[in-house]
């Protein structure tokens, strides 16, 4: 079987900073793998890695048995930002950030047409923006504007998705519509990768889980991942020592 995601010893430098160490890891399609680290553990690099978007020293990615560009290019793979990392001034409405998840379905002039539009639709509703849809997306919430990512991703029908703390500053009500959204398309058989803090959450959400620190410290089920000895080697703490552990 063509993992949904490879990645074979990659390294990766800004500069001087080694962001990415040797990293290798394969996932299976139809798995939600969850992706944990500390800040600056090298999460979103390992995201941008496997969509082409920052050079390596070495290693290869191969998304469904492509490089990560041609994925890309191909449609094959969505991604939501980490929300830090997206130009909010950009002017654009919240149809037309959902709309760009169409483009690898439409031609080369980029002409939508209504199965375009009605995915568009169904995307926007899912994500409760219907009545936002037409607003600036620098004029949404923190929280609004992940689910606008998200509605992206949907619209696409990507077979592999690429998560960047898609729970970071979302209030509860909308968590839970993320993770069902999650869940349904972990059920028609798409791979995602989702990064995310919450580790409280991963053992309900995740199949396995991958823990970062520069390198892999572990890829397992998530309650082996979760272990404390595993924890202290990639936060420097135990579980429980701080109350702001799981946040
Ligand atoms: N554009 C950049 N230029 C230089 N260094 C960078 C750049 N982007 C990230 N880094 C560095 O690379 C390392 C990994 O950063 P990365 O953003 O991948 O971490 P992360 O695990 O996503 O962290 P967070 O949980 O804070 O989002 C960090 O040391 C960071 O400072
Ligand atoms: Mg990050």
């Not at 996932?27 to 979103?44: A, D, Q, T």
């Not at 290869?60 to 969505?78: I, K, Q, S, T, Y």
């Not at 209504?114 to 037409?134: I, K, P, S, W």
């Amino acid at each position: 079987m063509t993992a949904a995601i490879e990645v074979d010893d990659v390294t990766v430098h800004y500069g001087d900073v080694l962001a990415l160490d040797r990293v290798s890891l394969s996932l299976e399609p139809g798995r939600i793998c969850g992706l944990l680290g500390m800040n600056g553990s090298g999460k979103s690099t390992l995201f941008k890695t496997v969509l082409g978007l920052v050079p390596t020293d070495r290693g290869r990615v191969r998304v469904l048995g492509r490089d990560g560009l041609a994925a890309r290019r191909a449609g094959l793979v969505g991604y939501v930002p980490q929300s830090e990392q997206v130009d909010w001034a950009f002017p654009v409405r919240v149809r037309d950030v959902v709309m760009m998840g169409r483009y690898g379905h439409m031609g080369g002039r980029r002409r939508a047409r209504a199965a375009d539009r009605e995915a568009v639709d169904r995307a926007l509703a899912r994500t409760d923006l219907t009545d936002l849809a037409d607003r600036q997306i620098g004029a949404l919430s923190g929280g609004q504007r992940k689910r606008a990512f998200v509605a992206r991703a949907i619209a696409q029908n990507a077979d592999v998705l690429l998560l960047d703390e898609p729970f970071a500053g979302v209030d509860k009500r909308s968590e839970a519509t993320i993770v069902e959204l999650l869940l349904e398309l972990r059920r028609a058989g798409r791979t995602l990768l989702v990064s995310t803090h919450d580790l409280a959450q991963v053992p309900t959400l995740c199949d396995e889980a991958i823990l970062l620190q520069r390198r892999v410290i572990a890829h397992g089920p998530p309650e082996k991942v979760l272990e404390p000895d595993t924890l202290l080697e990639a936060f420097g703490m135990h579980p429980g020592e701080e109350n702001s552990w799981t946040r």
